[in-house]
Structure formats: structure tokens, C-alpha cells
């Protein structure tokens, strides 16, 4: 049984070769038969009716997810979506390698690869760099179902601000959400691609959050294998549940103890009574007294009180 | 170049892979031999190579260089190699007027800039000749080595996107190869260059990495190289993703053999 709390998990944990550059540090992984990626399990499609559809893959030098992100990519098309892909890494023929011209047709690829920063200044690369570029992702307009892919979620979280990715992300998968007359059937499902080694645990753990499923690529002697995560579509309540109820004890106060506890002054508590009370000791204040009883072998000398020691 | 590493590379001068980029690393070891492999390999190849050389100069790298039998003067002369050389270059940035563009401008400015200018200079250096007939075969970039820019004050961001134009440029448009060595710190907890490391591992193509033994240094046996193919474009062939063998450096050749089985050992 999956021990990490979630369910559909299918992580059977066995142990993990090291990786290759530098030691572990990665997840351990499951051990399932290498197959060539062009075949996705239904399970880690979303879940139909849920508001949106996002899935991050998380790669690493050794067992790289971006044909994993491809095969996810083909499945989408083949079902009939638009698929718009913010391509950072890989330049655009590389990435339609291996598609057919059906597939390739449906694809729409937004090349951030060539001149992402825009240093040749030829004018040909995309306005406003990259944030910009997954802006206008967010402001498309076209109907029907669409996915976008993002290759990759690295790229842009070493390149701009993880708090702005995060908001940015956020939109564009609550997208729907924005279109008045938005149909049950119009979702918009977001891959992206992530490598796990070159972010801390904070940024990885927002992305993480924002995604519906996480497919973690690794693998141990030679076999890779991917530990799928999903995390079901979480209820919202109505109205919040009031915790002060059923309890057993009295949080409540009555009038009469309500103003005990308002008249009482504390201790420690410095007012302008006590200040003149410390000022002015007043008649009946008892002041201290010192009661000195010398005993036989004290000599008392006032005019050279420390007679007595011997120096 | 070596022999039997190509013969474990499976390549040979005529035959030259197109479109790579291939990442050296070296981990409690020093993996220079391979830079030299590298550059001898595609003079050797009639490659065009523009060295950017930042941690020995020229005299060590030709001195070497004659070993495996070329002439870094010679290509250098003829327009075949292009030569940065870092450590005597850089004092010029310093001495020439602002405005002229210098390819280790950064170490100029007083917060981490980016590569721009060197991106320009290979650029430069690497761009066809206009003329129709190609006089080389397609045109290389070494670098000697990435992890000095990190100590230089660049980021690792900067550097990462410096390899990243060059792959669009000198790999992608001009369908030339790129081979860069980064030092792998190991145990100390250097978290820029790890960053540099592993981005440079998910653009490769190949990655070459030499480490020192786990039980320590050896007369006979030098180290351990790890190789490991990434990205081919045939998903489907059943070729060796990763092999490991170790190795003995002399003097004029690196000999290599499978784990355990050093000559001196059987």
C-alpha cells in the first residue's frame, strides 16, 4: 500500500542506483519495465470534471522526462487539443522530432529557445522575454480544449522571480474560471518540465503544490521508472465549520465575572496609583526595619567598621 | 587525441558527430587530459575550434599539444584555431578604453553582468566565411574551463546562459559542437556550481566524467572515467546509455581498461 498519504500512487519502493553526477539526490523510485514512452496510463490524464488539469514531470541528468513530456504532449493532440508549447531548451525542430505530421499540426511552438534574452537584437525574438511570453500563454483566446506544455518549468524559475512563476502558473491554469460562459468541457491542461536537481526544497515545493500530478522519473540498473503522484481535487466548504462548538469546557465569560476581570489590576502592572504609592509613603505604610543583634565576636567599631579584618 | 578513447567513443577524425554538446567533468580528479583529447581531436578533424582558455596558457596547451601531434602555432597561423588566452588577456580588459567590447568585459563590472561579450567574440570567432566553398568542417567551441567564471563572480545563471546561445548558435544554426569542462566540487557545498553542473548535464548530449578512485591515489591506476550518452535522437536504440573505465595517463597516451583489470593488476 502507498505509505506517502495519497491515493492512486503507484510507488513500490525498492532501492535506487546512485545518480550519476554527484551522489543521491533524488527520490527513491519504483521499479517498473523500461518501455519506450509513447504510451501514457490513463491515470495521470485529470481527472474529468475537475477545474483544471495540471502535470509536472520532474527529470534528472540521468533519466530525462522531456519524452515523457512529448508522449504526454501526443496523447493531448491525439485527442483532439491545441497544444501550445513555451519551448526554452530545445530548439523547434528538435522538439517536433518524432511527432507525425497529424500531431505536428495541432502543435503550436512558442520559441524561446533561440534568443530568450534577446542579445542578438535582430528583433526576432519574442517581446518582453520570457515573462511576457508565458502572459500572452495565459490571454489566449482561442475555444475549445487546450494544453499548454511548458519545457521548461526550470528554465523559467532560474530566469524569473519563483513567486511570480507561481502567480503566473496560477492564472493560467484557473483560466476557465475567467471566461464568463465557460462550458464543463473547455479545460485547459498545463505540463510542465521540471529538473529536480537545480532548485532548493522551497521552489520545488510551490511548484509542487500548484500541480495536480507529479510524474518523478528515475530508475535503478539501467531500467527507468516513474512514481506517479495525484492529488484528488480537494472539496471546498460551503461555509467554515465553528471550532468554539462541542467543546468541553467553558469558553464564555458572565457579566459579573466579565467585570471582575476588567476592575482587577495586576501585579506587575505600572499605573499612576502605584507610582504615587511608591513616591509618598504614606501613615500606615509599614516602612522596613533592619534588626541587628551583634553577637560576642563581633566588634562593633563605628569609627573603623572593618576593624575586624585582617588586612 | 587518444586512440582508445575514441575507439570507446566510437568516433574517429572522419567521421565527426555534428550538433553536440558535450560536458567534461572531473571530481577529486584532474580531467584536463580530456580538454586535450577534445582539442587535438578536431584540429585533427579539420574542425575550426575557437578555445576559450582561461586557466593555462598558450605555450602549456601547444607543449601538449605537440605530444599527440599538433601544432597549436601552426593552426593558429593558418586560421584554423582561434585562441582566448584568459590569463594574459585579462589584464587588457583594464587598459583599454571602456567603450571597445572585450570578451572578459565582466571582469570589469562591479556586479555579476552576463557573458554577452564573450558570447560575441565566439560568435565572431566561429561565423562561416561568407566565401562559398567551407575551407573547415564545421566549428568547434572549447572551453577551459566553466568553473573559473564562478569564482570569477559570474553567476551560474549567466554562464548557463551563455552555453545556451553558444548551443542555439555554434550547435543548433551552425551545426558545429560545443565541449565545456566543469569541476564537480564534490563534497563542499557549492551550491552555484552544483546548479551549473546539472544544467549543463540536462543540455548535454554526452557527458564525460573523470573521478579519482573511491580508495584513494594509485600509481598504476589514475582514475575512473564514466560516460554517458543523453538525447540521442533514436529513442528506441538499444545502445549503452553509461559505461565506466578506468584509466593510467602517460606521457604521451591515456591507456583505458575495464574496472579491475589494469595491466599492472593481472
Known sequence: MPSDGCSNSLAVKAAAGAQFLGPNRGPRLSKNPRAPLTEVPTTTSAHPGSPCGSASAKDSVEWEGRSLLKALIKKSALCGEQVHILGCEVSEEEFREGFDSNINSRLVYHDLFRDPLNWSKTGEALPGGPLEALRALCRRTDPGPVTIALDSLSWLLLHLPCTTLCQTLHTLSRQDSCHGDSSPGEQVHVLGLLHEELHGPGPLGALSSLAQTEVTLSGALGQASAHILYRRPQQRPSHQMDPTTHLTFNLRLSKKEREAKDSLTLPFQFSSEKQQALLCPGLGQPTSHIFYEPDAYDDLDQEDPDDDLDV | ?266
Open chain 2, 1 to 266: 587525441m587518444f586512440p582508445e578513447l575514441n575507439n570507446l567513443l566510437n568516433t574517429t577524425p572522419d567521421q565527426v558527430e555534428q550538433g553536440k554538446l558535450t560536458l567534461l567533468c572531473d571530481a577529486k580528479t584532474d580531467g584536463s587530459f580530456l580538454v586535450h583529447h577534445f582539442l587535438s581531436f578536431y584540429l585533427k578533424a579539420n574542425c575550426k575550434v575557437c578555445f576559450v582558455a582561461l586557466i593555462q596558457s598558450f605555450s602549456h596547451y601547444n607543449i601538449v599539444g605537440q605530444k599527440l601531434g599538433v601544432s597549436l602555432t601552426t593552426a593558429r597561423e593558418c586560421g584554423q584555431l582561434v585562441f582566448l588566452e584568459g590569463l594574459k588577456s585579462a589584464v587588457d580588459v583594464f587598459f583599454r578604453p571602456q567603450e571597445e567590447p572585450h570578451p572578459l568585459q565582466f571582469l570589469r563590472e562591479a556586479n555579476s553582468g552576463n557573458l554577452q561579450p564573450l558570447y560575441e567574440f565566439v560568435q565572431e570567432a566561429l561565423k562561416p566565411m561568407d566565401s562559398g566553398e567551407a575551407a573547415w568542417r564545421c566549428p568547434v567551441l572549447l572551453v577551459d574551463d566553466l568553473s573559473v567564471l564562478l569564482s570569477l563572480g559570474v553567476g551560474a545563471v549567466a554562464v548557463l546562459d551563455f552555453v545556451h546561445y553558444c548551443r542555439a548558435t555554434v550547435c543548433r544554426e551552425w551545426k558545429g559542437n560545443v565541449v565545456a569542462l566543469v569541476h564537480d566540487s564534490g563534497d563542499a557545498e557549492d551550491e552555484e556550481n552544483d546548479i551549473l553542473l546539472n544544467g549543463l548535464g540536462h543540455q548535454s548530449h554526452l557527458i564525460l566524467r573523470a573521478e579519482g578512485l573511491a580508495t584513494g591515489f594509485c600509481k598504476d591506476v589514475h582514475g575512473q572515467l564514466r560516460i554517458l550518452w543523453r538525447r540521442s535522437s533514436q529513442p528506441t536504440a538499444q545502445r549503452d546509455r553509461s559505461l565506466t573505465y578506468q584509466y593510467k595517463i602517460q606521457d604521451k597516451n591515456v591507456s583505458f581498461f575495464a574496472k579491475g583489470m589494469s595491466p599492472a593488476v593481472l
